[in-house]
């Protein structure tokens, strides 16, 4: 399936059934990359609060692992194949970014894999209605700001 071809193709029952059951694992990743781009934010803000100790680094595995448990446990159909395969390296790549951050948190070796578990799942979010991400493009935060006159 190529990115967005769910557009021509309609999406079979199973697929569906799929989709209803992988939404979740789905947000479950993008909250564990959200919460592990947050704790990057403190400490480049010199926050010193024992990083790889934070409460939230904990709370972050926790929903990780059980993401991760359920995307592996899922039925995947011929049509999800390829958002599945996203979702995986997706997972793979936050589970090297907790790693790291879990040895000491420094910016590099946790944003990297970060990144790459980011692109997998705006990959991921292509291929089956339901799971865009946000884009900050199409936002205030995005828009260039006019010149006053």
């Known amino acids: 399936m190529t990115p967005g071809s769910c557009a021509h193709n309609p999406v ?6 799929y989709m209803a059951a992988t939404r979740r694992y789905f947000e479950d990743l993008r909250q564990v990359a959200a919460q592990l781009a947050g704790l990057l934010v403190l400490e480049a803000a010199g926050a010193q609060s024992g990083m790889p100790e934070h409460p939230m680094l904990a709370a972050a595995g926790q929903l990780y692992s059980e993401a991760v ?8 159909t011929e049509q999800a194949r390829q958002h599945h395969e996203f979702l995986l390296q997706a ?9 790291a951050a879990r040895q000491r948190l420094e910016i590099d070796p946790v944003l990297t894999p970060l990144r ?3 692109a997998n799942l705006q990959s991921a979010g292509r291929e ?6 946000v884009s900050f493009e199409q936002g205030c935060c995005g828009v260039p700001m006019r010149s006053r006159r």
């Open 91 to 99: 997972a793979a790549a936050i589970g090297s970014a907790l790693a």
């Open 12 to 17: 079979d029952d199973a697929t569906v059934a």
């Open 116 to 118: 790459v578990a980011y």
């Open 128 to 133: 089956l209605p339901g799971f865009e991400m």
């Open 69 to 76: 448990e359920g995307i592996q446990h899922i039925r995947v």
